[in-house]
């Protein structure tokens, strides 16, 4: 619809970033040892916690800046190719 603008709204203090936090003290897993990959704003907190934030390719540009890595489109193969990159497979 025009004029409609599309957003994220959540309580202060929650997002991808905090859960990842909790996630990783929960299994006793160090950030730095995590690896965060996504492709937009909601994804800066995560980056931020993550020992390595991996930008998809059809990442928006300022999340690919704040990125360590920048892997292949989604449609590229982009987490796969992350995955082989960072030696998980």
């Not at 409609?4 to 950030?31: C, M, R, T, Y």
């Not at 800046?65 to 995955?83: E, K, S």
């Amino acid at each position: 619809m025009p004029g409609w603008a599309s957003g994220e709204v959540a309580p202060a203090g929650v997002h991808k970033g905090a859960a990842i936090e909790a996630i990783l003290a929960h299994l006793g897993i160090d950030a730095a040892d995590a690896i965060g990959i996504g492709d937009n704003w909601n994804d800066a907190e995560m980056f931020e916690v993550c020992g390595t934030a991996i930008a998809m390719g059809n990442a928006v540009e300022g999340v690919q800046a704040l990125a360590d890595q920048v892997t292949t489109a989604i449609d590229d193969d982009g987490i796969h190719n992350a995955f082989v990159r960072n030696g998980l497979i």
